[in-house]
């Protein structure tokens, strides 16, 4: 009998109340929760934590505001005092009813005026930067307070965590000194924290472009879009990762102005590799500043600092592989010729990990290469399935034809494949997701195995327009397409759960 059932919706998965995904298990739910109908979002008290305030924010916010000051305004509970004061620039101060920071009982937030247009863009500005406050710290703050009995129990690590995270990490970054690996609240937050760092390194040079070389994740393209100094001429997309002509085209043209790049190595979500040596010569050569995100396949298995000035990486995925953790670290390449500027840059952008979102990461992280090494096996035996399979029309993994030489250039075995595959089927995918019984929610690199639509969630504004859909198919991106994170349950269960509902 498969180890999988059906999960209802918004139903926490793993179970933690500080999980990571909660269950969206039919294409329906997917789209109120996109939409925001009530119907669906009524019974989602947690998700991803850029996505989804938090159930003890929430109270937290209830409970801030029956303070006479805080009284009738809308508030966002932040992850420090400098990110809170950033987010009230963002909204805007010249009013009184507009954005103010402060801070109460050792908790920073935002206070403005309750409009859906204030709301929203605080929303988005947190989820781009990672500067919301973490469930766990909103828990230790309600019983600090008295509004909750105790905290929920789960193992923490017992010892020093930030040394034990960095412990772990060294295994992977083994030519990064300890003072270059910097732990973020977010892998988000370190995605941020790389660009303002070399923003602020470029810029006085006369450098102020930025090249995004492949589909990035969603906010990672925010960032791009919005917080170059000139989105209109700033901002330069190169769709195909294997493309270095027109790479070194573009550096011809714009080489003096380019401030950096970002890539990810895989992409998300068709997981192809450019050729990674390549790429980071050619912007050595230029003078641009190169950052590598190895979140799709983890830096357990791609080793990527050799070639980038900077690495982001999400630690929710693959090391806080339990699921209910987020957290990310910026890793300095200590060879880069502006590594001391860089590392002081990046300490003053980045962001605190809560203490016991830190304690609960160590506790986990110990056991990360056998995870990921059962990951990676179940992985190999899932994709011959799927690619020999009647039923899929394509299949995107990290040995794919087209960028598997790329990718083995970086990959630390021929077997270190990582847990994400992406594929689409001959007919339309709705009977497909709604009928498989495998935990369906966002997030990966977990040892639950997970499927959703992703570019329903990613990016469900361009699946809803007739524009958004062809910018969506010049990227080779379809809605129907399905990413599926595998876990470590046994592999023939996965399988056999996927045959029964491709039919």
């Not at 050799?306 to 982001?312: G, K, L, R």
Request: aromatic share 6%; hydrophobic share 45%; with cysteine.
């Amino acid at each position: 009998m498969s180890v999988f059932a059906h999960l209802p919706l918004g139903q926490r998965i793993p179970g933690s109340p500080h999980s990571v995904a909660c269950s969206l298990p039919t294409l329906r739910d997917i789209i109120g929760y996109e939409e925001g109908q009530p119907e669906t979002t009524r019974h989602i008290t947690s998700g991803y934590p850029r996505f989804v305030v938090h159930s003890h924010a929430r109270q937290l916010c209830a409970a801030l505001g029956r303070r006479p000051e805080l009284a009738g305004r809308s508030l966002w509970l932040v992850s420090s005092a400098k990110m809170a004061a950033a987010l009230a620039d963002h909204l805007g101060r010249a009013q009184p009813a507009d954005a103010e920071p402060f801070a109460v009982d050792g908790i920073d937030g935002v206070a403005h005026s309750d409009t859906p247009d204030l709301n929203a863009r605080g929303k988005v500005f947190l989820q781009h930067l990672g500067g919301f406050l973490s469930s766990r710290a909103a828990e230790d703050h309600l019983v600090r307070l008295g509004a909750l009995a105790c905290a929920a129990p789960e193992k923490l690590f017992q010892g020093d965590s930030k040394a034990e995270v960095k412990r772990m990490l060294r295994q992977v970054y083994s030519t990064a000194p300890d003072r270059n690996i910097l732990l973020a609240p977010s892998g988000m937050n370190a995605v941020y924290t790389a660009f303002r760092a070399i923003n602020a390194l470029q810029a006085p040079r006369g450098r102020s472009v930025w090249i995004q070389l492949g589909w990035l994740y969603l906010d990672s393209i925010a960032l791009l879009k919005k917080f170059t100094a000139t989105p209109a001429t700033d901002y330069v997309r190169l769709g195909d990762v294997t493309d270095l002509a027109a790479l070194e085209q573009i550096f011809a043209e714009q080489g003096t102005r380019i401030a950096g790049l970002i890539v990810e190595a895989p992409t998300n979500p068709l997981i192809q590799t450019p050729d990674v040596a390549a790429v980071s010569a050619l912007a050595r050569k230029h003078g641009a500043r190169l950052i590598l995100d190895p979140a799709i396949c983890s830096p357990f298995n791609v080793d990527l600092l050799p070639y980038a000035d900077i690495v982001t990486q999400s630690l929710t995925k693959y090391t806080a592989h339990e699921g209910d953790v987020i957290a990310g670290a910026v890793v300095i390449n200590p060879t880069s010729p502006d590594a001391e500027q860089l590392l002081q840059l990046a300490t003053k952008w980045l962001e605190p990990v809560h203490d016991r979102d830190l304690s609960r990461l160590a506790a986990q992280i110990g056991a990360t290469p056998g995870v990921v090494a059962q990951i990676n096996a179940n992985t190999c035996q899932v994709a011959a399935f799927l690619e020999q399979h009647p039923a899929v029309k394509q299949v995107w993994w990290a040995l794919q034809p087209s960028t598997r030489e790329n990718y083995l250039k970086v990959a630390r075995t021929p077997q270190s494949v990582g847990g994400m595959i992406s594929f689409t089927l001959h007919a339309p995918m709705e009977k497909f997701y709604d009928r498989v019984r495998l935990p369906k929610g966002p997030s990966f690199g977990m040892t639950t195995t997970l499927i959703s639509p992703f570019i329903y969630l990613a990016h469900y504004d361009l699946v809803t327009s007739v524009v958004g859909r062809a910018e969506l198919a010049a990227h080779g991106l379809t809605p129907d397409l399905l990413r599926l994170s595998v876990g470590t349950e046994p592999v023939s269960d996965i399988i056999a759960t996927l045959d029964e509902a491709l039919g």
